[in-house]
């Protein structure tokens, strides 16, 4: 039943995606947002943010961006949070929120800085109405009043826009829901993506920091090759000294080492 749930809900995702490919459907989505939200304008440029953690450690935040109801992923930012102690999701979103649209201010109109950072039409926070607070009280310590600004909660998939007692609630067969969720989706997905790496670097950093006289060019010598510290674990030592810079000695250190 797990399985046939998780295969209903990715063909469903596809052919939602499939459906806002078409320019003139996800134009209708977005006039669909606009007006559900009551937008001063149809928002051509969306910008989400996600934040991802494991029990509070290695957490970090994810901002994508669409534009025109498409992705630009070479628009899309990674934040490791800095500020935050724990797995407190609200004053994480606050830290990247800020770091972000400080940037935006500081560049002078037309500058590369203000062009790479250009202001959005709408920010999505992945979140329900605390995290859309949350948010919106940034923006006022920014002075971004006018910013238009939605949590969408994914248990009901409500969107919250800040300090409304009521959230919206779009139809399920809603053009507009779709794009909210691909959208929301694929933060989602940048942000664990970025996670995931984050702690791996960090399991291959405690197995090798031990080991006396294997740096950053040893270690990822033994990567290229092995793939992983526990794959050069069990290797032979013999295999461990004939990768380049290692050498029977260091190897059996690095065996040694790993095994403890």
Known sequence: MELAERNAAETLAREQARWLADQGKTLAALEELASALNLPTVPMRIECYDISNFQGMESVGSMVVFEEGRPRSGEYRRF????VSGPNDFASHQEILRRRF??????????????RWKMP??????????????????FAELGLHDLPLAGLAKERE???RPYASDPVVLPVTSPALYLVQRIRDEAHRFAIAYHRDLRSKRTIRSAFDDVEGVGPARKR????????????????????????????????????????
């Open 80 to 83: 490791r949070i800095r500020t």
């Open 158 to 160: 409500e969107l919250f």
């Open 221 to 260: 010598a033994l990567l290229r090759v092995f793939g992983s510290a526990k794959r050069v674990r069990d290797a032979p030592v013999e295999q461990i000294a004939a990768v380049p810079g290692i050498g029977p000695k260091l190897a059996e250190k690095i065996k040694a080492g790993l095994e403890a």
């Open 121 to 138: 039409d709408l920010v999505i926070i992945d979140g329900g109405k605390g995290q859309a607070n949350a948010a919106a009280e940034v």
């Open 102 to 115: 400080r940037r935006a201010r500081t560049g002078e109109e037309g500058s590369e800085e203000e062009l």
